[in-house]
């Protein structure tokens, strides 16, 4: 029996998953991923890249993807609590240019699976968050493309935190319209 829960969102192709976890008097147990079980859900992908990231409050780190080497991403957190949203630019999806969004944390162990095709980005809510999430690409620097956090055609809901802290790219990052991106 697969200890996963998938529930797609109302974007096709992105699911949140929650996983049974196994608490005892030492703490608890859980996968985090199972390459049958995704595949028996019709998520079979073949993750090449690993990656962790450290955040304060109020960083903003997004909206993010690669323009020829388009990279689904498996995402959770590991500490703390952030609020992770998935941007369609598929071309011929019918929720071209929307989003959706779910908070994730250290108390809900939700993760979010996201296909290749999106931009992708997320806010830290609490204190500090680590973030971790395996990609189906490599890094390619020369590739990377960005969306301006707060386009108004696309209008995420981003919660409340106080300051928002970006990179110096993300700051300049381009709206929908600017980049007509497609995938
Ligand atoms: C993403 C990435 C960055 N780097 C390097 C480049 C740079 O010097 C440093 C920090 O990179 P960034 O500022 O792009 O990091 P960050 O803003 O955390 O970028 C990430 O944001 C989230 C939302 C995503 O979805 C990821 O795909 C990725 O774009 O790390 C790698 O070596 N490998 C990687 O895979």
């Known amino acids: 029996m697969s200890n996963f829960t998938f529930t797609e969102t109302k974007i096709k192709g992105v699911y949140i998953i929650d996983v049974k976890m196994y608490g005892d008097n030492r ?6 991923y199972k390459e ?8 079979d992908y073949k993750f090449v890249q690993d990656n962790q990231s450290s955040s304060r409050r109020g960083v903003l780190r997004g909206l ?12 959770r957190v590991l500490k703390g609590e952030v609020f992770d949203v998935a941007v369609d630019l598929r071309k011929s999806s019918e929720t071209y240019g929307q989003w ?5 944390s250290e108390e809900n162990h939700r993760q979010l699976m996201i296909p290749r095709g999106f931009a992708h980005g997320f806010i830290v809510v609490s204190e500090t968050a680590e973030f971790a999430y395996k990609c189906d690409e490599k890094y390619h620097p020369e590739d990377e ?6 386009d108004p055609d696309i ?11 970006l990179s110096e790219k993300d700051k300049k990052n381009p709206t929908l ?6 995938f």
């Open 155 to 165: 209008a995420v809901e981003w919660p409340e935190v106080g300051e928002i802290i």
């Open 100 to 104: 959706a969004g779910v908070l994730l």
């Open 64 to 75: 993010h993807f690669q323009k020829t080497f388009p990279q689904a991403k498996l995402v």
């Open 177 to 182: 319209k600017e980049c007509k991106m497609k």
């Open 145 to 150: 493309g960005g969306l301006l956090w707060n």
């Open 36 to 43: 049958e079980d995704f595949i028996a859900a019709g998520l």
């Open 27 to 32: 703490g608890y147990f859980m996968e985090t």
